[in-house]
């Protein structure tokens, strides 16, 4: 099944006096001050950080269910903040995946998609969380989340995928970008230890590609996405992991294991995705068992910060049909 939302680019709040922005000098807010809280949890001898959203409503009609969600590539916890603000019948937990954000690099181990994948099973079973909850993947989250599911049937229920990875990066349209892209990552660990970091957290090269993935016009908005990824898109660890990480990013797929994901899935696709575009998730929706696409138009590949609000009303119509086993 494929559904179709025409999205408007206008943001959703200008800040007003006590709300807490999410980045900045950004003309938006992200109201969650009243359900967010923060923790450390020890996984596999890494202090990760994560954030636990409440739900606002709770009672004995209506359980609350848990999402967990999963970032993408280079990003942190505050990316998927609008998408989680207009979801205010959930509780919802999103760590700092390890070596970004405030979450340090794995003592031991890869960063890759393995590496990932173990870390995801060892956060849900430190947290005690069943397999009553829903998983959300976002970009390299979702190939995250597709092989944690894939290699745990019956873990969680069900699985949601935002801007999903369906085919290597190196097949789409923007091929010769992503070997630039491979490139860069690759210099940049063989360049001495200063240049190197420098050159990965160069504000030039950040804005180039916040300006690249964004499509909007909007001026606030556009501001808002900008400021998001100069405050957040350089915080992760070290250049090394930055490497492995991007490496896995670009080679990793759902497509990989799409015939293996048999529980209910979403697809939240941007019409106009040029990382993940439209043609490979037609595709990657043949290829899964029990799964629908819903496509948003007039946004790419940052669907969680241009069109959060269609993106929630998929997300919250996906989990009414499918209700918790």
């Known amino acids: 099944m494929v559904l179709k939302f025409l999205a408007s680019r206008k943001p959703t709040a200008v800040s ?39 739900a606002l409503a709770d009672g004995p009609d209506r359980p609350t269910r848990t999402l967990v969600m999963v970032h993408g590539f280079r990003g942190d916890h505050h990316g ?26 794995f003592s031991a181990g890869h960063h890759d998609v393995p590496g990932y994948v173990a870390f995801l099973g060892s956060f849900l079973d430190a947290l005690g969380l069943g397999p009553e909850t829903v998983l959300l993947g976002h970009s390299f989250g979702s190939i995250i989340t597709s092989h944690f599911v894939a290699t745990n ?100 797929t759902v497509r990989e294991v799409a015939g293996r994901l048999t529980l ?26 029990d799964a629908e696409l819903v496509v948003i138009d007039n946004v790419g590949h940052l669907i969680h910060y241009e069109t959060p609000e269609p993106a929630a009303a998929a997300i919250t119509a996906f989990l009414e049909r499918h209700p918790a086993l």
């Open 153 to 252: 049937p019956g873990r969680v229920f069900p699985l949601i995928l935002v801007n999903p990875i369906a085919s290597p990066a190196l097949e789409g349209p923007k091929g010769i970008m992503t070997k630039l892209a491979v490139f860069y990552y690759w210099a940049s660990a063989k360049l001495p230890a200063s240049l190197g970091n420098a050159l990965l957290r160069s504000k030039l090269i950040v804005r180039v590609m916040s300006v690249t993935m964004a499509k909007t016009r909007d001026k606030d908005l556009l501001e808002f996405i900008h400021g998001q990824h100069h405050a957040y898109f350089s915080g992760f660890a070290n250049r090394d992991m930055l490497l492995e990480s991007f490496q896995a990013s670009v080679g990793g």
């Open 16 to 54: 007003p006096s006590g709300q807490r922005p999410t980045a900045p000098d950004s003309p938006l807010a992200v109201k969650l001050a009243n359900r967010e809280s923060d923790h450390i949890l020890t996984v596999a001898g890494t202090p990760v950080h994560y954030w636990e959203y409440a």
């Open 264 to 289: 209910p899935t979403l697809l939240i696709a941007g019409a106009e995705d040029e990382i993940a575009t439209l043609p490979n998730q037609h595709r990657l929706l043949e290829l899964l068992p």
């Open 80 to 105: 998927l903040e609008r998408v989680v603000e207009l979801l205010p019948d959930y509780r919802i937990i999103m760590a700092d995946l390890p070596g970004f954000g405030a979450s340090p690099a």
